[in-house]
Structure formats: structure tokens, C-alpha cells
């Protein structure tokens, strides 16, 4: 049966099919002939939004934005509503959706090498010692276990698409791959605002050698430039606040654009007759409060510790195995590698952090949640602790920010009731000292903050 929420969701989505709001998928040109043999495992997408808001999708409530397809989406998931990623920076974030740990575990803590005294950051990227820094983060990269990997050892064919720092696709296991290199993922990034052909063609391969396969698709989308094309630029512009026109509505339409790639997308694996044996999973990198002119983002959100920067929803879809609901549990990105294991069946190692989410009774049973927030550009490559900025812990409703006082001088701790004060406005540590303490100490067992 279909949850409440869920219910509603389903009604949207079906009223806005009616008055025209979605169009018929738009989707490239697929040879239509006999269905395709499904491989006994499951496939996997993974799905992976680019600086979204936690809240900006209409199934999470938002008042102006309508996102059908992702509702749709939702709507025939686990949802989790209160999903975390370890870091609110995306390259160190990307790296732990990938190899299932956190930043300080897998080394890769920074979106790019240090910056030498007196460099200016633009001339930077053209150096000689920018490239030899990027070559030693793929390095770090090449040496992770990844989902690539697991899953190639049975038998998986990957795809990396979209965001990508860690140069050519083949340092993450990829098995093929649109990015051979570039900062954040040259070619790569054409996925989604130009193209989904790359996934449709792999996925046509796969299916003609009878192999399972694993997607990374991790679109530059809704990142910045906030440059939609002009329908929804017009489609969004009708829900604008005065006011939204300098950043706030630009942020709105690329989120429409991402809304309806992931849509076509997902009518992709419907017209290829693969949606039911295909597991997608659905997060965000870190989130995006827009500023005050375009491009731009708020203090409390991308690159900080708080909710806007961290949380996102995390939905799970596998027909005809996980029951579509709604959980508002705390859940992290680093769930996603052990939960992929254990659906297709390869042995987790018992040294993954996360938990599979679709074990209820892992997912009842911890308690507390972590993650570390590093500096944009590394201090040491080789040691994770230099750049650390925050650890944070939530356990329930409670939040505890942790500066480091290597970057974060004479900075205090900050405690929040995230159920009463949701924007973390209230710092109750001086006024909770024994919860402060005891949640201290959690955060002390899970990683000290030291190399």
C-alpha cells in the first residue's frame, strides 16, 4: 500500500500530467525491439544532484518550486527526508558516496591542492604543481576500494557521467567514462544539460553482452551558471517572489532542469525495458542556499556545517523489493556503498562505516551520525587532519558542530535542537553543558580529529 504523503505526491504528479505541466518525455532516438533480458542482478543508477537545497523539491514541501519527476520519484521510494553527506564540499563528498567512507578515511578531504604563498587561486590551476597535486588526489582515488570495483569483481560493467575531480574515469574502477581529466569532469559534464545518449548507449551494451550494470550519472545540475534554457527559465518565472530575479529565480529554473533530465532519464530505463531490475538511488553532493547575486551561495550553506550545507534526501528505488515510504531517521551518504553490496549481492566489508538502509533494524539501531568539514584547498595533501575545519555529530534531533582550532581559531562548539530550531539560529551549548559533553565524547570515539 501506498503511504499518505506518498499518496499525495502520486495526486500532484498525475494533476500536473493533466493541466500540461509534464510533457511527454523527450528522449533520444532507442531501437524499440524485443525486450531486453534482464540479468539476474540488479542494476544500479545512482543518481547525484549538484548543490541543491535539502528542501527544494516539491515532495520536501517547498512552496514555489515544482519538481514532478523527482516527486514521482519519491513517491515510489524509501525516502529518506533526513540524509546527510559526511562533507558540504563536493569532491571530498563525491569520494566517500563512492568508496563508502569518510574524508579522513579515504584521504581526499579538499576540492583542490594547496595554493602557495603569494599565488593567486586563478593562476593557480595552470601550474605545473596544481597538476602534480591533482595527480596525487587521482592516485589516492586509484587506491580505494570502490563500487566500481565490488561490483566489477562479479561481473558489473560501470559508467562514469557528470562530476568527476579525480582526473581519468579509471582511477574510480569505472570500466567506461566520459571524463578523461579535467578539474571538475570535462566532458563529463555534458551529461544532462546537453545530453543522456553516453547512459542510453552503455546501457544498450550491457544488454546486448546480458551484464549488469552500475551508472554514475552526477550531472552539473542545478550547479551554477544558473543558465536554464528559456522554457523553464519562463516555467519558473510564474512562481518567483519579487526579488528572485537577481539569483533566487535562476537557481529555481536549473533546478527545473535538472528535475526534467533526471525524468528523461528515468523514461530512458523504461523505454529500454530495465526499470524494474534497476536500483536507483537519489542524493545530493552538498547543498546550495543561493546568495545575493547569481551564482552565488549563502554563508550557512555549500562548504559549511550546517543543515544547509549537509542534508539531503536520499530515495531508494527497487521495484517489487523496497516499499515506498517516507523515513525521517538520520541517514548518511555513506550508507549508499554498503547498501548497493548487500542488494546485488556481494559480500560488504566489515569495515564500512555505513549501514545497508534497507535493513530496518541497522538503520533503528545507530545512534548518532558524523561528518568532517575540510578547507576548499588542501593545507597537507598527506595529512587530513591539516585542513580540518568542523566535526559534527546528530543524534535525533540534536546537532553538535565541533570547530578545529588548526583552522578554526578561538571558534566555540555550537549545539542545536534541529526539531525546534531547524535553522540553527539558537546555539544552546553554554545552556545544555551535559548534553554538550556527552555528545563531545561521541564524536571523540568516532574520529578525533587528529592524522
Known amino acids: 500500500m501506498v503511504s499518505g504523503p506518498l499518496r499525495k505526491v502520486l495526486t500532484c504528479y498525475l494533476g500536473w500530467l493533466a493541466m ?41 514541501g517547498h512552496s514555489q518550486l515544482k519538481t514532478p519527476h523527482l516527486d514521482r520519484l519519491a513517491a515510489e521510494s524509501l525516502t529518506f527526508r533526513r540524509a546527510y553527506v ?27 591542492p594547496p595554493i602557495p604563498p603569494g599565488t593567486k587561486p586563478g593562476g593557480f590551476y595552470s601550474t605545473e604543481a596544481y597538476r602534480n597535486g591533482r595527480a596525487q588526489l587521482a592516485e589516492m582515488m586509484t587506491r580505494q576500494a570502490t563500487l566500481p570495483r565490488w561490483l566489477g569483481a562479479v561481473g558489473y560493467q560501470s559508467l562514469q557521467t557528470g562530476k568527476w ?61 544558473h543558465d536554464a534554457p528559456e522554457d523553464l527559465v519562463a516555467a519558473s518565472r510564474s512562481t518567483w517572489k519579487p526579488g528572485d530575479e537577481e539569483a533566487m529565480g535562476p537557481y529555481f529554473a536549473n533546478v527545473l532542469w535538472h528535475d526534467r533530465a533526471v525524468g528523461e532519464l528515468l523514461g530512458g530505463l523504461r523505454q529500454l525495458n530495465c ?30 556545517p550546517y543543515e544547509g550545507g549537509l542534508r539531503t534526501p536520499l530515495m531508494i528505488r527497487w521495484p517489487g523489493h523496497v516499499e515506498p515510504r517516507f523515513e525521517d531517521t538520520p541517514v548518511s551518504s555513506v550508507d549508499i556503498a554498503p547498501t548497493v553490496l548487500k542488494a546485488c549481492g556481494v559480500p560488504v566489508p566489515t569495515d564500512l562505516p555505513g549501514v545497508d538502509l534497507l ?58 535542537d534541529l526539531v525546534d530550531d531547524p535553522g540553527e539560529n539558537r546555539n544552546l551549548a553554554t545552556a545544555q553543558p551535559e548534553r554538550l559533553a556527552k555528545m563531545q565524547r561521541l564524536l571523540d570515539t568516532w574520529w578525533n580529529g587528529n592524522d
Not at 28 to 51: E, R
Not at 87 to 103: E, K, N, V
Not at 214 to 222: G, I, N, R, T
Open 86 to 112: 559526511p562533507s558540504s564540499l563536493c569532491c571530498p563528498s563525491l569520494a566517500s558516496i563512492i568508496t563508502g567512507r569518510y574524508p579522513h578515511q579515504h584521504g581526499i578531504t579538499c576540492n583542490d
Open 20 to 60: 500540461g505541466l509534464v510533457g511527454p518525455t523527450s528522449l533520444p532516438s532507442m531501437a524499440q525491439d524485443s525486450p531486453a533480458k534482464l540479468p539476474s542482478q540488479p542494476n544500479v543508477l545512482l543518481i547525484i544532484s549538484d548543490d541543491q537545497g535539502w528542501g527544494d523539491y516539491g515532495f520536501m
Open 359 to 416: 535493513d530496518p533494524i541497522q538503520v533503528a539501531a545507530r545512534s548518532t551520525i558524523f561528518g568532517e568539514c575540510h578547507t576548499h584547498n588542501a593545507v597537507d595533501l598527506n595529512r587530513p587532519a591539516s585542513g580540518l575545519r568542523w566535526r559534527w555529530a546528530i543524534a535525533g534531533r540534536w546537532k553538535l558542530i565541533a570547530p578545529a582550532p588548526q583552522n578554526e581559531l578561538d571558534k566555540a562548539p555550537e549545539l542545536y
Open 275 to 304: 526499470d524494474q531490475n534497476t536500483i536507483v538511488i537519489y542524493v545530493t553532493d552538498n547543498g546550495w542556499i543561493p546568495g545575493a547575486k547569481r551564482n552565488s551561495y549563502a554563508p550557512k550553506s555549500k562548504q559549511s
Open 165 to 225: 575531480w579525480q582526473n581519468d574515469f579509471r582511477t574510480g574502477g569505472f570500466t567506461a567514462g566520459m571524463t578523461k581529466g579535467e578539474r571538475h569532469g570535462d566532458a563529463g559534464l555534458e551529461i544532462g544539460r546537453k545530453t543522456l545518449e553516453p547512459i542510453f548507449e552503455f546501457i544498450r551494451e550491457c544488454q546486448a553482452r546480458d551484464k549488469p550494470f552500475f551508472v554514475w550519472y552526477a550531472p552539473f545540475l542545478p550547479h551554477a551558471p
